[in-house]
């Protein structure tokens, strides 16, 4: 089964809860995006300026565009956010494998799930000695950092050759970026089982109804 994850992008305390309250009757996962300026151009919101929002029964996955070092602290600081479930790391920002297996096992030091993000560039065996410890691989469909980027479709092949090749791989596949009504049926049928949804429900005139939209599509 496939579940419609929305994708909060920004760096405004008050877009965040029009966001929030937004979907937070309709989903039951959220993706929040955290961005350093650094990694990606863009900034956002950081845990400490969200962490006390309430997220009801809402879980969260923090999806972390960030270099090495930040990216650490970030993770670090989600230590006693209760409502995160899921830390999801970028592969790019590692010079080497071990800098990776840092990282996946920090986010297991503090309980949490842990995915790895690639990009749409990113050689899928570049995260090949991790697979089996990890519990997601996020395909990001652009290239991060923005709402509204163009669908990368060669990534349609990427995670095909990804389950071809890691046949022992028993987590979830996700994907993020470019969703829409005219594709998400296209992803699903990949074997996505995680689909982050970013502008096609936080800049439509109805959030909740967009939302609900998608999910009937899959």
């Known amino acids: ?42 900034k956002s919101l950081m845990p400490r300026e969200f962490f006390y929002e309430d997220f009801g029964s809402l879980k ?3 999806h972390i565009m960030a270099n090495f070092n930040n990216t650490r602290d970030i993770i670090e600081s989600l230590k006693s956010f209760k409502a ?29 799930e842990v995915a790895i993000a690639i990009n749409p560039d990113t050689d899928i065996r570049d995260i ?36 071809n090749r890691y046949t022992m791989y028993e987590g979830d596949i996700a994907w993020d970026g470019a969703v829409n009504m005219d ?4 992803i699903k049928d990949l074997g996505v089982t995680r689909i982050a949804v970013g502008s096609a429900i936080f800049q439509s005139d109805n959030p909740a109804l967009a939302y609900q939209e998608l999910v009937a599509k899959i």
């Open 60 to 62: 969260v996955e923090i």
């Open 84 to 112: 995160c479930t899921r830390i999801i790391v970028h592969q790019e920002i590692c010079e080497n494998l071990e800098q990776l297996r840092q990282l996946v096992n920090l986010v297991k030091s503090i309980n949490k």
């Open 183 to 186: 594709n998400i049926k296209t």
């Open 1 to 42: 089964m496939s579940i419609v994850i929305p994708a909060i992008l920004t760096n405004s305390k008050q877009e965040f809860r029009e966001y929030l309250s937004s979907v937070q009757s309709v989903a039951t996962t959220i993706q929040i995006d955290i961005m350093d300026g650094e990694f990606v151009p863009s």
């Open 128 to 163: 090949g000695k991790v697979v089996k410890k990890i519990d997601g691989v996020q395909f990001m469909g652009v290239n991060p950092g923005f709402y509204g980027s163009p669908l990368q479709t060669q990534v349609y092949e990427k995670v095909k050759d990804f389950q």
